[in-house]
């Protein structure tokens, strides 16, 4: 059976996407009448990327608050501990392993240069950030901002 448009659910992200490539394409055409909305776009953009700034500074406040009513839930308290430390123990374990090891290896193999020395020029309130926020969606625009900034990246790449 195949399905009718009607009778799919949710949003249809593919014609969203293309729609914005066309109108992008359509205001580069237009020249100067169109850089206006595209100033309009991109102040949009940087207001956009505040709020979600503001918000995920406020996240962990909400999600401690979750926990710690589900915790007060809790009958036994010490095999939620021993679960959970192992789980902590076994998540840390992992991604040093991965993020340690595994990756600037492949980085070497690729590159043939130190993976340990490339990433000095990057702030380390962005790893923080994402360290603690656990969202790249989140750690998007401070790392654009990092990269713009003290790598000296231009703005239509990063």
Not at 80 to 92: D, E, N, R
Not at 107 to 120: G, M
């Amino acid at each position: 059976q195949i399905p009718v448009g009607t009778e799919i659910e949710g949003m249809n992200i593919l014609g969203l996407v293309l729609f914005a490539l066309v109108l992008g394409v359509a205001l580069k055409k237009l020249g100067q009448e169109g850089e206006d909305l595209i100033r309009f776009f991109n102040s949009f953009n940087e207001a956009t990327m505040v709020l979600v700034s503001w918000i995920m500074w406020y996240v962990p406040i909400g999600i401690m608050f979750l926990v710690g009513s589900k915790i007060v839930e809790m009958e036994d308290i010490v095999l939620l501990v021993t679960s959970l430390g192992k789980y902590i123990f076994a998540s840390i374990l992992g991604h040093f392993i991965h993020g340690g090891i595994i990756l600037p290896l492949i980085y070497f193999a690729a590159t043939r240069q130190n993976p340990y020395l490339t990433d000095h020029s990057t702030h380390p309130d962005v790893f923080d950030f994402s360290l603690f926020s656990v969202s790249s969606s989140a750690t998007l625009p401070s790392m654009i901002k990092c990269i713009e900034e003290n790598n000296r990246v231009d703005k239509r790449i990063s």
